[in-house]
T-cell receptor, first 116, second 113 residues
Framework: NAGVMQNPRHLVRRRGQEARLRCSPM?????VYWYRQLPEEGLKFMVY????????ESGMPKERFSAEFPKEGPSILRIQQVVRGDSAAYFC??????????????FGPGTRLTVL | AQSVTQLDSHVSVSEGTPVLLRCNYS??????LFWYVQHPNKGLQLLLK??????LVKGINGFEAEFKKSETSFHLTKPSAHMSDAAEYFC???????????FGQGTTLQVKP
């Protein structure tokens, strides 16, 4: 059973460009979470999705950021018009559905975004 | 609201000596608590988790943690440090019914030969 996959592992963008980060959850997992790790900081929750639904986006910046988890295919985190402050490591985690709600989260290797 | 505070940003030990990484939590209800480890430029790996069963939780690689409700603590310990334990460690609480994780600021563990 393959783990959580993220691609690309490294992404370089110039200011004003768009960044698309992909996350394929573990097989059988229907919950996806995105976290951001800024330099010298811990991880911060961004968004929680189930298939075709955004459940909690309380950690998403109000502008330029969006996320989706379509019925088919990976979850996508999209950052429009990137700025230098978006440079960070973005981690995706997936979780199976269990009684009582989502449980342990399994993390991908992350995408390291650098904005020039 | 849930939160965690890691009391040390940096801990240095000698190889073969005990490890103690401290974590206090705040939660309005019985929390789910985790310790994750992150090696340089890698993803996060779950060391152990507490979900209201036994208060002493054993994890991978010889790590364990004890949930102490009276002290609101969840400290991570290991009897004997190994060079490969050098990494960043995060104490984490699960926040509410969506299961989102709330991370502490992290503790960098240095292991000296």
């Amino acid at each position: 059973n393959a783990g959580v996959m993220q691609n690309p592992r490294h992404l370089v963008r110039r200011r004003g460009q768009e960044a698309r980060l992909r996350c394929s959850p573990m097989k059988g997992h229907s919950h996806v979470y995105w976290y951001r790790q800024l330099p010298e900081e811990g991880l911060k929750f961004m968004v929680y999705l189930q298939k075709e639904n955004i459940i909690d986006e309380s950690g998403m910046p109000k502008e330029r950021f969006s996320a989706e988890f379509p019925k088919e295919g990976p979850s996508i985190l999209r950052i429009q018009q990137v700025v230098r402050g978006d440079s960070a490591a973005y981690f995706c985690a997936s979780s199976p559905w269990e009684a009582g709600g989502p449980n342990e989260q399994f993390f991908g290797p992350g995408t390291r975004l650098t904005v020039l | 609201a849930q939160s965690v505070t890691q009391l040390d940003s940096h801990v240095s030990v000698s190889e073969g000596t005990p490890v103690l990484l401290r974590c206090n939590y705040s939660s309005s209800y019985s929390p789910s608590l985790f310790w994750y480890v992150q090696h340089p430029n890698k993803g996060l790996q779950l060391l152990l988790k507490y979900t209201s069963a036994a208060t002493l939780v054993k994890g991978i690689n010889g790590f364990e943690a004890e949930f102490k409700k009276s002290e609101t603590s969840f400290h991570l310990t290991k009897p004997s440090a190994h060079m490969s334990d050098a990494a960043e460690y995060f104490c984490v609480v699960s926040g509410g019914n969506t299961g989102k994780l709330i991370f502490g600021q992290g503790t960098t563990l240095q292991v000296k030969p």
